[in-house]
């Protein structure tokens, strides 16, 4: 079974830093991460940034010049680093990937089960 978990999440005043891990983990010949959302309470899941396979990263303009996406594909890890947290930026944060397991070699697309960022004014 495959699956990603979140973590790195927390309690921050404004204008501190976070750094969320997403990390897959089980039986897979292959792993692609796609990227970090976010959801704030009575929103809708947004898109927060992506990656792709070459590492290109794109940002939502709320977060652009303030978080970085990056992977570490030998740790099977994907990172956001957020800086300048801003109380809007209080939300749940999920990663999600897709790739093939290694049982029956079938398709697989996940989501991590998030992680509560909180921003304090």
């Known amino acids: 079974q495959v699956q990603l978990v979140e973590s790195g999440g927390g309690l921050v005043q404004a204008g501190g830093s976070l750094r969320l891990s997403c990390v897959a983990s089980?039986?897979?010949?292959?792993?692609?991460?796609l990227g970090w959302y976010r959801q704030a309470p009575g929103k809708q899941r947004e898109l927060v940034a992506t990656?792709?396979?070459?590492?290109?990263?794109n940002y939502a303009n709320a977060v652009k010049g303030r978080f970085t996406i990056s992977e570490d594909n030998a740790k099977n890890t994907l990172t956001l680093q957020m800086n300048s947290l801003k109380p809007e930026d209080t939300a749940i944060y999920y990663c999600?990937?897709?790739?093939?397991?290694?049982?029956?070699?079938?398709?697989?697309?996940?989501w991590g089960q998030g992680t509560q960022v909180t921003v304090s004014s």
């Open positions: 999600n990937a897709y790739g093939i397991r290694t049982l029956n070699a079938s398709l697989y697309y996940l």
């Open positions: 089980g039986s897979f010949f292959s792993i692609n991460f």
């Open positions: 990656i792709t396979s070459g590492g290109h990263a």
